[in-house]
């Protein structure tokens, strides 16, 4: 039985089980809290501390799903080239939002975790916490955060973002397509760039696009805000 | 089908040996999906090839992030340690990004809705 737990199959079965029944869920409510990738990370989480599998097992079989995150990168080149008309058009207010949304996650992240009296090592793993996992923990090393502590910020902001994010846009009065892609696509990279796909695949195109240009630009103007301020 | 992927591999392998080479800070998939919008717009690489593959995966993108989420299980106690200023800061900050973000592309944008 334990050697069955640790074989990829139950990893990857769960998953996929776990996630087509949240998919159903989501379907059925349509209510925004249900989010399937949020769901199924909790009911999985939930089901491995009930049963006691360690994450080790889980994770043999998680490793090859996410693994496929990879090319899915890459195949975002695909919705960016077909409308890359479009995409052209707007390059300056999209290369604008994406340095003033890189500027302000780090200054608002690490402000407002410093103010409520977080420690040095926790505010700064915050600093990177919109940017993609990869670049994220690249960045949270060089800085001296938790590496750890990163990976997992970045996630919670990600759900946050598929969760509420293009809502809260409307809310707020950001309402066209192209917007709304860019802003959860700065916020919340790939997470909310995946509900964004699902649902249009321009404001998906754009989204994409942020994730790469975020990342480039939270790593670059990190160590620039360094150097200025010294932290 | 199989074509698409090989091509999707491909690139991020390509993606990746440069990201070490150079030591530079962008992950090698994101180097990757710019090699291959280059390949694209270059006419190197045809849409049609990539097309059902490319669409596959980003159909269940979201699913592929559920294993990366389900490793926060092994930092809660971290996380409870100091779960104000984590949490706060993090909530906060993403609406925050979110406004500036998608505020400053609705002032800059005089472009109509795009039609989709």
Not at chain 1, 64 to 71: Q, V
Request: hydrophobic share 55%; glycine share 10%.
């Amino acid at each position: 039985m334990k050697e069955l737990l640790a074989s990829p199959l139950f990893g990857i079965c769960l998953t996929l089980l776990v996630y087509r029944l949240a998919e159903l869920l989501y379907q059925r409510s349509r209510f925004i809290l249900f989010n399937p990738v949020a769901v199924s990370i909790v009911s999985i989480i939930l089901l491995l501390k009930l049963c006691n599998i360690p994450y080790q097992d889980y994770n043999n079989g998680g490793r090859m799903i996410l693994f496929l995150l990879g090319p899915s990168v890459v195949a975002l080149a695909l919705p960016l080239y077909q409308r890359r008309q479009e995409i052209l058009r707007r390059k300056l207010p999209i290369l604008i939002g994406i340095v003033a949304g890189a500027l302000s996650s780090i200054i608002s992240a690490a402000g407002i975790s410093w103010l409520l009296g977080g420690s040095e090592e926790v505010v700064l793993s915050l600093v990177p916490k919109s940017v993609t996992t990869p670049i994220a923990i690249g960045i949270t090393e060089k800085i001296g955060g938790i590496v750890p502590l990163t990976a997992a910020l970045v996630v919670l902001t990600g759900c946050l973002g598929a969760i509420c994010g293009p809502e809260f846009c409307r809310l707020v009065g950001i309402r066209s397509k192209a917007a709304i892609g860019l802003a959860v696509g700065t916020a919340s990279h790939g997470i909310g760039t995946a509900r964004l796909l699902g649902e249009d695949r321009f404001s998906g195109a754009i989204a994409g696009l942020a994730i790469g240009l975020n990342g480039l630009a939270t790593a670059l103007l990190v160590p620039l805000l360094w150097f200025l301020f010294g932290w | 089908m199989l074509q698409g992927m090989v091509l999707l591999l491909l690139f991020q392998f390509v993606g990746e040996g440069l990201s070490r080479l150079l030591g530079l800070p962008i992950p090698g998939n994101v180097i990757g999906m710019a090699l291959m919008l280059l390949a694209l717009v270059q006419g190197w690489v045809k849409v049609k090839w990539l097309e059902q593959a490319a669409d596959l995966l980003l159909s269940y993108m979201a699913l592929f992030f559920v294993p990366a989420g389900v490793g926060v299980m092994l930092y809660f106690d971290l996380i409870a340690r100091e779960w104000l200023p984590i949490v706060a800061g993090t909530v906060i900050s993403t609406f925050v990004v979110l406004a500036v973000t998608g505020w400053c592309e609705k002032l800059l944008d005089k472009q109509e809705e795009s039609q989709s």
